[in-house]
């Protein structure tokens, strides 16, 4: 197996027991309290859900892209999608009107830069504190991977809501030891299916053309 993909399944394994640990409190230490203590407990799961669904997928795709900087690649034998990813800076200024000047200024910038080794920053990746299955697609679409999460679409985009909500101050949401048993199970499934994606990935160079 791929150093990196060990990597990820490290992070998986931390990010599982503390997960694993509110549904443990949640089943057993809540029994002496209120029913309005409990699903205050329960709510206050899903944003700490979410943070560690977002950390995994953040957290996987910035060591690939340090993994993918250490290889000292030439852009002509990269996916597309990489270089793609790779110039987002370079190119945002044709999202606008561009003059003459503007135009020639992109064009010294664009060619200089494909000369130097292929290099991703960090910075680039993000889920925009709002990683619903849309935002997960977009980040798979940069590294030309094939998202195989699609059964989980609506739970994924469940999750995304109710964190918001909850986050944004919304006390009429219910939620209840199922709903984050739940989510805690397909997060693992999630997880478990991304590192097979990883590690076929990495193991059949599917970042080179």
Excluded at 38 to 63: L, N
Excluded at 112 to 125: F, S
Aim: glycine share 4%; net charge neutral.
């Amino acid at each position: 197996m791929h150093q990196l993909t060990n990597e990820i399944i490290a992070s998986r394994e931390w990010r599982v027991r503390e997960l694993e640990n509110l549904k443990r409190i949640g089943k057993l230490d809540l029994t002496t309290y209120s029913e309005k203590v409990r699903e205050q407990y329960y709510r206050m799961c899903i944003p700490y859900i979410y943070a560690h669904w977002e950390g995994f997928i953040v957290e996987s795709f910035k060591q690939l892209i340090s993994y993918l900087n250490g290889l000292h690649l030439e852009k002509k034998k990269v996916r597309h999608e990489l270089y793609t990813f790779s110039l987002q800076d370079i190119l945002r200024p044709l999202a606008g009107k561009q003059s003459f000047e503007q135009s020639c200024q992109f064009i010294e910038k664009f060619t200089n830069d494909y000369e130097k080794e292929l290099y991703i920053d960090p910075a680039l990746l993000t889920a925009k504190s709002n990683l619903n299955y849309k935002q997960l697609n977009i980040i798979f679409e940069k590294f030309a991977m094939d998202n195989h999460c699609i059964e989980y679409k609506g739970e994924i985009n469940q999750l995304v809501n109710q964190r918001n909500r909850i986050a944004h101050g919304e006390n009429g949401i219910t939620v209840e030891y199922e709903n984050v048993s739940d989510k805690v199970s397909m997060l693992q499934k999630i997880f478990d299916i991304l590192i097979l994606d990883f590690e076929k990935y990495l193991s059949e160079k599917l970042y080179l053309i």
